[in-house]
């Protein structure tokens, strides 16, 4: 399944700007963007965007019958492992959709579904704290160089993501 790619230097949210896609009639797609001023996180929360950090939401058709947390689950498996593959430090999942380093969140993943057009919709949005993060109250937090010493450049990331997700996701996307 190939993805639209919508790229933007700056912007409110990646997972807004699919919603728009989706309304406009892009059926599959992944915005990317160097700068996030308004991301969200689960429940209402805002989602910190430091700049340097990746940013990025992935939207496709859905069958109705497939579970959200299925979907969910399985996302952060797919991100989990991307992230294994260049950092040999232990990655650990914290229900529903947080990813953690020495229990310390490094990324967060939003998943919204919609319906347009009497189709189902899900939004996969995806902040990871490559080289920053932010200082939240009662929450610790890392970024990936803190943590392993490992600075990687969010283009060759991106790629990884979008090719994984690309071959990944065909058992829960709709062929339209």
Known sequence: MQFKKFFYKKINSTNDIAIQKIQKGFCR???FAIEQKKGRGQ????WISLKGNL???????IDNKISSKKI????????????SKFFKTKITIKFPNDLLINNKK??????????????????????????KN???????????????????????????????FEKNLKKFALNV
């Open 29 to 31: 797609g992944l915005v």
């Open 43 to 46: 429940y209402g929360k805002k």
């Open 55 to 61: 940013f990025l939401s992935v939207f496709f058709v």
């Open 72 to 83: 969910t689950y399985f996302n952060c498996q797919i991100i989990k492992k991307i992230l």
């Open 106 to 131: 490094v990324c967060g993943i939003l998943q919204e579904t919609i319906i347009n057009n009497g189709k189902k919709y899900i939004i996969i949005g995806i902040g990871i704290n490559l080289i």
């Open 134 to 164: 932010p200082i939240i109250k009662n929450y610790p937090t890392t970024n990936l160089l803190k943590e392993t010493g490992i600075k990687i450049t969010k283009l060759k990331l991106l790629k990884i993501i979008i090719n994984d």
